[in-house]
């Protein structure tokens, strides 16, 4: 419930006659009394005072239910008017009264930010920050901001994210309570950044509902390594040490991969001299032998 009290004071050097004192039933709420005989009609409760003596006071009460579906934070706005035929400057109105409403929700953001260990230089990186309301009220105009690494560019943000002078911002309407939404930054990492660089990045998150924000993620790091290249030594060796005319002779091909990357598709090839013909091919290998 939420009551006001309505005080009314003459203060003419005469007495005000057939004072009458209305006060609309505000927004939001709906009647539940009102002393000094005070009735409710069309939304209006309406107080019949009667004549107040020169110097005196009159308090009235009114009290109404708030709706259980107000939202946190809306503004119960009500005003009371009084008006006798006695003083020439009525009807006079109230200051306004404005009461937030609290339910006692309050919203409570988490952020948490993710990316790769490890990054070539001259790729993508891509940041994907989760911001989450644990909190029991909602997350009006949350907005969550991300620099963009010294060490890389701007490539793209979703869900509206946008650049301005190094800082990506995105603003979300609201998070309801237990409401989570994902979103992501890539960027592009500086081809001259040197292996063994560590890039590091935090992102940010604020609401007006949450009084204990901004708050900032866990710093994400991400380590530029060696390009990836796959390299590939071969050696090839006669098993024989002498040979004559007619006799088979041997050769050993070792193909041995030294790169830090896979080698796919690896086609290894040996063109025969002219003085042998050839008899077979062994190993772990498809052979295809062409004439």
Same mark, same amino acid.
């Given at each position: 419930n939420l009551a006001y009290t309505i005080t009314v004071t003459n203060n003419g050097p005469s007495d005000a006659q057939e004072v009458v004192v209305t006060d609309p039933i505000p927004v939001g709420t709906s009647f539940?009394?009102?002393?000094? &005989?005070?009735?409710l009609e069309n939304g209006i409760v309406t107080w019949n005072v009667g004549t107040i003596p020169a110097g005196e +006071?009159? +308090?009235?009460?009114l009290?109404? %239910?708030?709706?259980?579906? $107000?939202?946190?934070?809306t503004i119960i706005s009500n005003i009371a008017r009084v008006e006798s035929p006695t003083d020439p400057d009525t009807p006079k109105e109230s200051d306004p009264d404005e009461t937030p409403v609290d339910n006692n929700q309050m919203a409570m953001l988490e952020i948490e930010k993710m990316a790769p260990a490890t990054i070539e230089a001259g790729q993508e990186l891509v940041y994907t920050i989760t911001v989450r309301n644990t909190g029991t009220?909602?997350?009006?105009? @949350?907005?969550? +901001?991300?620099?963009?690494?010294?060490? !890389? =560019?701007? @490539?793209? !943000?979703?869900?509206?994210?946008? %650049?301005?002078?190094?800082?990506?911002?995105?603003?979300?309407? !609201? $998070?309801?309570?237990?409401? !989570?939404?994902?979103?992501?930054?890539? @960027?592009?990492?500086?081809?001259q950044i040197a292996p063994g660089s560590v890039i590091i990045n935090v992102a940010t998150a604020e609401t007006p509902d949450d009084p204990n924000t901004p708050i900032s993620s866990d710093p994400v790091r991400t380590e530029v390594v060696e390009p990836r290249v796959a390299e590939i030594e071969?050696?090839? =060796?006669? $098993?024989?040490?002498? @040979?004559?005319n007619g006799d088979m002779v041997t050769f050993e091909i070792r193909v041995r991969s030294v790169g830090n990357a896979d080698a796919l598709n690896l086609v290894v090839t040996d063109q025969l001299p002219a003085s042998v013909m050839f008899i077979d091919a062994t &190993?772990? %290998? %498809?052979?295809?032998? +062409?004439?």
């Open positions: 539940v009394s009102a002393d000094m &005989g005070g009735m +006071t009159v +308090t009235l009460s009290v109404v %239910l708030v709706d259980a579906n $107000l939202a946190d934070g009220g909602a997350a009006r105009n @949350v907005v969550v +901001t991300d620099p963009v690494p010294v060490a !890389a =560019t701007f @490539v793209s !943000a979703d869900n509206g994210g946008m %650049l301005a002078n190094g800082l990506v911002t995105w603003t979300i309407a !609201a $998070l309801q309570p237990g409401e !989570a939404i994902t979103l992501q930054l890539i @960027v592009r990492v500086g081809d071969v050696e090839k =060796t006669l $098993l024989e040490t002498s @040979v004559t &190993g772990d %290998l %498809l052979w295809m032998v +062409t004439y």
